[in-house]
Each structure stands twice: as C-alpha cells, then as structure tokens.
C-alpha cells in the first residue's frame, strides 16, 4: 500500500528543478481531472438524450476511449512525485538512513528501467497509426463515429516521458541523500508517520477554513 509522505523543499538546484517539473505535473494533473468532468457530462448528455428524445450522444463510447487515456496517465508523475504509488511500505517503513536511500535508490532504478521501455514501446504504437499522409494524420479510427486514435495514443509516450524526468529527479534526490548521509532530503518524496499524517491534514484544514472565512 501507499501512505502520505512529504516533499521537502529548499533553495538548491535539485528542489528549483522539483518545483519546476511540479508545475508541469499539476498542469497534466489538472487535465486529467477535467477529463474525468468531462465523461460525467457526456455521460449525462447521452443518458438525457436518450430518455428525453430517443437519442443518445453520437459515439459515446469512441469519445470514452479518446479521453480514458487523459484519466489513466496525466497525473502518473505527480502520483509518483507525492509517493502516492503502490509499494511495501511496511517493509520501506522498517529501514532508516542510508540502507532507506538505497532501498529507495534501487526501485526507483528499476522503475525508471521501465519506464523508459514502455516510453520506446508506446512512442512505437504511436507512430504506427500516425501518417502525415493520411486523412485526419490517421491510419486508423475508432468505429462509431471515426475519431482518429493517435491523439490517445500519443498522450501515453508523453505522460510516460514526464514520468521519467522525475524518476531521474528522485535518484539525483536519493543518491544525494546516501552520499552526503541526510536524514530529509529534498525533492523525494519522504513517508510521515500517523500522527504527522494527521497534523498535516488538520493544518490543510484549518487553512482551508481561514481561506473560506477571509472570502
């Protein structure tokens, strides 16, 4: 499982780069959540078509498929800059210091391993139904209605490549952190405790009220 960490930040290169690549990812973020907005309006459009006037949304289930990508992959990086992915946390819980760094230090190698492969894989899947020749860029097209699919698949390489940059972020975090022998280094994503999980969000809280009341 996954629980709630914390992103240190300071004025080093390595945390400017973390703010950079931050905004980026809550950029992406935010479009998958308008994505996920967006399937809720279709899905009410089609619903109410269909009982009000016998006419559901022209390819609903194409105009599904061109956004699930947006849903599935835009916030990866962001997920993963928060430590919000899946993981042993009762295992990564249990190591302290420099023998954590490297626990950490090694997953995020081999992640990044990955990543890069599905990077060529999917940028290879892209390119087999892109064509500058082709009407609409297009070698093939969804059934209903035609939708060309390579905007979907393009935005698979993409939010894969956005990925990479912050794994390569976080072993600079992590190799820093088992060289120089920090307890909080910045710009990786470091696990709280319960409590400290719960002061958090009460000070999100509160601010969130402040913010409210001053409105």
């Given at each position: 499982?996954?629980?709630?960490?914390?992103?240190?930040?300071?004025?080093s290169?390595?945390?400017?780069?973390?703010?950079?690549?931050?905004?980026l990812?809550?950029?992406?973020?935010?479009?998958?959540?308008?994505?996920?907005?967006?399937l809720?309006?279709?899905?009410?459009?089609?619903?109410?078509?269909?009982n009000?006037?016998?006419?559901p949304?022209?390819?609903?289930?194409?105009w599904?498929?061109q956004?699930?990508?947006?849903?599935a992959?835009?916030?990866?990086?962001?997920?993963?800059r928060?430590?919000?992915?899946?993981?042993?946390?009762?295992?990564?819980g249990?190591?302290r210091?420099?023998?954590?760094w490297?626990?950490?230090?090694?997953s995020?190698?081999?992640?990044?391993?990955?990543?890069?492969?599905?990077?060529?894989?999917s940028w290879?899947?892209?390119?087999?139904?892109f064509d500058?020749?082709?009407?609409?860029?297009?070698r093939?097209?969804?059934?209903?209605i035609?939708?060309?699919?390579?905007?979907?698949?393009l935005?698979?390489?993409?939010?894969?490549?956005?990925?990479?940059?912050?794994?390569?972020?976080?072993i600079?975090?992590?190799?820093?952190?088992?060289v120089?022998?920090?307890e909080?280094?910045?710009?990786?994503?470091l696990i709280?405790?319960?409590a400290?999980?719960a002061a958090a969000?009460a000070?999100?809280?509160?601010d969130a009220?402040?913010n409210?009341?001053?409105g």
């Amino acid at each position: 499982m996954a629980t709630s960490a914390a992103v240190l930040e300071d004025g080093s290169l390595i945390s400017r780069l973390d703010g950079l690549l931050l905004r980026l990812e809550q950029l992406l973020a935010l479009v998958s959540g308008i994505a996920v907005f967006s399937l809720m309006v279709l899905a009410v459009v089609s619903v109410g078509g269909r009982n009000a006037m016998n006419a559901p949304l022209p390819g609903y289930v194409d105009w599904i498929e061109q956004v699930m990508p947006l849903i599935a992959f835009m916030g990866i990086s962001y997920v993963q800059r928060d430590g919000g992915h899946i993981r042993m946390d009762i295992l990564i819980g249990s190591l302290r210091g420099r023998a954590l760094w490297l626990f950490e230090l090694v997953s995020v190698v081999l992640v990044l391993l990955l990543m890069m492969a599905l990077v060529w894989g999917s940028w290879s899947h892209f390119g087999r139904s892109f064509d500058f020749a082709a009407p609409l860029w297009s070698r093939d097209s969804s059934i209903d209605i035609s939708l060309p699919i390579w905007p979907a698949k393009l935005l698979v390489p993409v939010a894969f490549s956005v990925l990479c940059l912050r794994l390569v972020l976080q072993i600079w975090g992590y190799g820093r952190a088992l060289v120089l022998g920090l307890e909080t280094p910045v710009a990786v994503p470091l696990i709280q405790s319960a409590a400290a999980q719960a002061a958090a969000e009460a000070e999100q809280l509160s601010d969130a009220g402040n913010n409210g009341s001053q409105g």
